[in-house]
């Protein structure tokens, strides 16, 4: 009984701060229609793992949190600075591509692996063993200073977002954003996995989008939908004995869904 109690504890506690940052981040990354910068920096911090386990590093280890984010500061340099010269390629083929890159180098690296393909289910799915209390308040703590910096420059980060280019030192301010993202991607990909931790970041925040433009509105909602639904996708796992990972996407997205059909039938229009 104590380990249930002690076990969902410490995920409740982790889909709260999880949802709060991830929702932020989330509105950004749709309004500035670069869906797609997050499921690259986590398959970055995915590969990291697996390069830090070809090279005899421990997954869950301060070391293998390092290569990861080694590799998701290099993301991030990438998508802050590296722009397109045709105007009509777009950022997001940038994205794209670092993520294709991301993804084929943990294949590459994975065939060298004995036991490879596990590792690569792993990185997708993320790891509950290496849940415990201490990574918990690292997540609390790191998490709050974000929180914090994001708070605290918020005009900046949300002016680039609403009128792009009007910013001074933009390109700093970008990599700032990326870099918090990454952060985020590096100690949550371990637990959740690719999959779950570009869900959290996106389907919340998408299904708030759907029924407001203001800031303030939209954080309620994502917050109270991501961790609504987190908490039934939490449960369903554990009584049902079906994974983590992917029961908690299925979740977000039912719900993502339920709430488009939802819209069709709104008699309110928010505004594009």
């Known amino acids: 009984m104590w380990q249930t109690f002690n ?3 410490i995920q409740i506690v982790l889909l ?6 991830h929702t932020y981040l989330g509105l950004h990354v749709i309004r500035r229609r670069i ?8 398959q970055l911090a995915g590969m990291g793992i697996i390069v ?14 390092l290569v990861s984010m080694i590799a998701v500061l290099i993301g991030s340099v990438v998508l802050a600075y590296v722009r397109p010269v045709n105007q009509r390629i777009p950022h997001e083929a940038i994205i794209g591509i670092l993520y294709a890159l991301a993804l084929t180098g943990s294949f590459l690296v994975v065939d060298k692996v004995p036991g490879g393909g596990a590792y690569i289910t ?3 799915a993320g790891c509950l063993l290496w849940v415990n209390w201490t990574l918990v308040w690292v997540t609390v703590v790191v998490y709050a200073l974000l929180a914090w910096i994001h708070i605290r420059f918020r005009h900046q980060f949300i002016q680039i977002t609403e009128n792009p280019g009007t910013v001074t030192r933009e390109k700093a301010w970008d990599l700032l954003f990326f870099i918090s993202l990454g952060i985020i991607t590096v100690l949550i990909v371990p637990i959740a996995g690719v999959l779950l931790a570009y869900g ?6 998408a299904v708030a989008t759907l029924f407001t433009r203001e800031w303030g509105k939209a954080l309620k909602i994502g917050w109270l939908v991501g961790f609504i639904t987190s ?4 449960f369903t796992s554990y009584f049902f004995h079906l994974p983590y990972g992917p029961t908690l996407v299925i979740s977000l997205g039912i719900v993502f869904l339920a709430a488009v059909f ?7 229009n928010v505004p594009g």
């Open 7 to 9: 076990f969902l504890s």
């Open 16 to 21: 709260f701060v999880v949802t709060s940052v």
């Open 35 to 42: 869906v797609f910068s997050d499921l690259a920096l986590d």
């Open 52 to 65: 830090g386990i070809a090279m005899g590093i421990n997954g869950g280890s301060i070391f293998s949190y």
């Open 122 to 124: 792993q990185a997708l």
């Open 200 to 205: 959290f970041l996106m389907i919340p925040a």
């Open 231 to 234: 908490l039934l996708g939490l």
């Open 262 to 268: 939802l819209k069709m039938f709104s008699p309110v």
